[in-house]
Structure formats: C-alpha cells, structure tokens
C-alpha cells in the first residue's frame, strides 16, 4: 500500500470530526467548574490527543473484528503502514501526556 494511502487511512482512523465535540465539552465542564482558559485549552488539546490515542490503538488492534463485522479502517495495512499507524499512536499518547504534565 503507497505511503499516503496508508497515511490517510491512519488520519482517518483518528476521528478529527469528534474533537470539536470534545472541545465543546471541555468548555462546558470548565464553565460549571470555574477552570481559567488557558487550563481548558490545555484539557482539550490532551483529551483529543487522547481519544485519537485510543481510536487508534483499537482500530490497530482489532482489524481481525472490524473485517468479520465488515467496517473498513486500518484492514488493508501492510507491514510497514502498520509501523507508521504504531508511531502515530505513540505520538499521540506521548503529545497528549507532554500537555497534561
């Protein structure tokens, strides 16, 4: 699988479309408890960081059940794309964990 395709797949598998949603929530969160803004744009970064971690991870780790149940995301990796998704992943995690220190 060419690079790009396999990047793409990868971008998609983080689930960008959820992070304004995330965003929303935080703000949400941080106004009923009083949080200063830089702190909520802290939390939100890392919480989105965060869940693309996971998205990630599980459509890694689970390509054998999202083929039986026919969803199409990371099934068509090979090996080097599947290295590429587990170094986006680390970065994720670490990116997410770096903010929240």
């Known amino acids: 699988m060419a690079r790009a395709?396999?990047?793409?797949?990868?971008?998609?598998?983080?689930?960008l479309s959820l992070w304004p949603i995330i965003?929303?929530?935080?703000?949400?969160?941080?106004?009923?408890?009083?949080?200063?803004?830089?702190n909520v744009i802290a939390?939100?970064?890392?919480?989105?960081?965060?869940?693309?971690?996971?998205f990630v991870m599980n459509d890694l780790l689970d390509k054998e059940i999202d083929r039986e149940n026919g969803v199409e995301r990371l099934q068509r990796l090979d090996g080097p794309s599947l290295g590429i998704g587990w170094c986006i992943s680390g970065f994720l995690l670490l990116?997410?964990?770096?903010?929240g220190l």
């Open 43 to 54: 939390l939100s970064v890392s919480l989105c960081l965060l869940s693309s971690f996971g």
């Open 23 to 38: 965003v929303i929530n935080c703000f949400a969160s941080a106004k009923l408890a009083g949080m200063d803004f830089l």
């Open 5 to 15: 395709a396999a990047m793409f797949r990868i971008l998609r598998s983080t689930r």
């Open 95 to 99: 990116a997410a964990l770096g903010i």
